[in-house]
């Protein structure tokens, strides 16, 4: 494909398509590692060397 010709209707449509489903993607991708980059605290305060993270909290606790 050259870039040079035109596209058809069908074309464009499932262009602008994949283009909104890789955003939704991107978006979610990028919210869960907000999410971790966020319980980063929490998620390695149980490791041994890191005793003065934040205290344990039961309603806090993933399983």
């Known amino acids: ?7 058809s209707a069908e074309e464009l449509a499932s262009l602008t ?4 489903a890789n955003r939704d993607l991107v978006r ?11 319980q980063r605290p ?8 890191n005793k003065n993270r934040w205290p344990m909290k039961k309603s806090m606790r993933m399983t």
């Open 28 to 38: 979610k991708v990028f919210i869960t590692h907000n999410w971790y980059q966020c």
């Open 1 to 7: 494909m050259d870039g040079l010709e035109e596209l």
């Open 17 to 20: 398509r994949n283009a909104r």
């Open 42 to 49: 929490f998620l390695d305060h149980r490791r041994r060397n």
